[in-house]
Structure formats: C-alpha cells, structure tokens
Nanobody, 124 residues
Framework: VQLQASGGGLVQAGGSLRLSCAAS????????MGWFRQATGKEREFVAA????????YYGDSVKGRFTISRDNAKNTVYLQMNSLNPEDTAVYYC??????????????????WGQGTQVTVSS
C-alpha cells in the first residue's frame, strides 16, 4: 500500500488546513486509517483515526473539538480538517493504514503502512 499525503503548509494561529491522504496499491481489503504527528524533538503523537465500515472516529486529547477526520472509501482517501490551529500543532503529519483491519487505533504500532509525512507550521 502506498500513501500520498498532501495539504500541509504554513498558516497563522487560529487558521485552518485540510490534509488529505490517498491510498493506492493493495486496497482490495478494508482498512482503518489514522493520522499521527511528530514535532521536532518529540515523540510521535496520535491525532485521529477512523474505521472502515461504520466510520467510527477517535481523537487525541489535544485535538478534540478542533480536528475532524473523515474518509471517502470509494477514493481510498482520508481527510483531516484542522481548525483553530495553534503553534503547538506544528509538526510533520503522517497518515497510516491498518491493512486488513477495519478499525482505527491510537497506537502507532497497530499500523502497517505509513505515508511520507506533510509539514504543518502554525505561526503565532
């Protein structure tokens, strides 16, 4: 499975960005998808995840109420709408796939494939 993330960039505090991640290749099975982020000098942090079948969503505490994850199964694409951004959201954002598993998960070790990352920078 190949994952192509896009939509990162530079935004002022309080602004919004929408990330996209398209999966290709071995997409014949259902898969949960997730977003993680890693700021410089920090560990990888769970952001959000979504299940394949019922679209159940899960969020990290730091983004609840501000970020929304969604997916288009027909396009094998997951989205992350990020609102009310603040400088603490600055990081490289990675999308990931749990191949053959319906459900999203907050643990990075549960994922089988990772995208290349897209930089999000929030200025104060």
């Amino acid at each position: 499975v190949q994952l192509q993330a896009s939509g990162g960039g530079l935004v002022q505090a309080g602004g919004s960005l929408r990330l996209s991640c398209a999966a290709s290749g071995r997409t014949e099975r259902n898969f949960g998808m997730g977003w993680f982020r890693q700021a410089t000098g920090k560990e990888r942090e769970f952001v959000a995840a979504i299940s394949w079948d019922d679209g159940s969503t899960y969020y990290g505490d730091s983004v609840k109420g501000r970020f929304t994850i969604s997916r288009d199964n027909a396009k094998n694409t997951v989205y992350l709408q990020m609102n009310s951004l603040n400088p603490e959201d600055t990081a490289v954002y990675y999308c990931a796939v749990r191949w053959g598993n319906n459900y999203g998960n907050a643990w990075h070790g549960a994922y089988d494939y990772w995208g290349q990352g897209t930089q999000v920078t929030v200025s104060s």
